[in-house]
């Protein structure tokens, strides 16, 4: 997947929360979101919390969250679900 440097903006991070919220943000949601991430100082910040906890990557996260609740890994809706939401005030107060 290729990012062509997407601007950094308020209605963005609310577009891809609600994608997020709706489980239906995709693997280039994901990879937008830890490129802005990186452009703060947090380099592929999501990626790597994925793998801490066993998880290859973004497609895999998305798999995981849409299986039905008894086959879910509970550290994909608790733990890292709240990593990614709480990434995004981090990033509108930094743009405000």
Do not use: C, W
């Amino acid at each position: 997947m290729t990012i062509n440097n997407p601007q950094l903006d308020v209605n963005i991070l609310h577009q891809l929360k609600q994608k997020i919220l709706n489980n239906s943000a995709t693997a280039e949601d994901y990879e937008t979101l830890d490129f802005f991430l990186s452009s703060i100082g947090f380099k592929n910040y999501i990626l790597n919390k994925l793998i801490q906890n066993g998880i290859n990557s973004y497609q895999e996260f998305i798999d995981e969250r849409k299986k039905p609740l008894g086959q879910k890994n509970t550290t994909v809706d608790g733990v890292l679900l709240g990593n990614i939401l709480g990434t995004i005030p981090v990033l509108l107060n930094f743009i405000k």
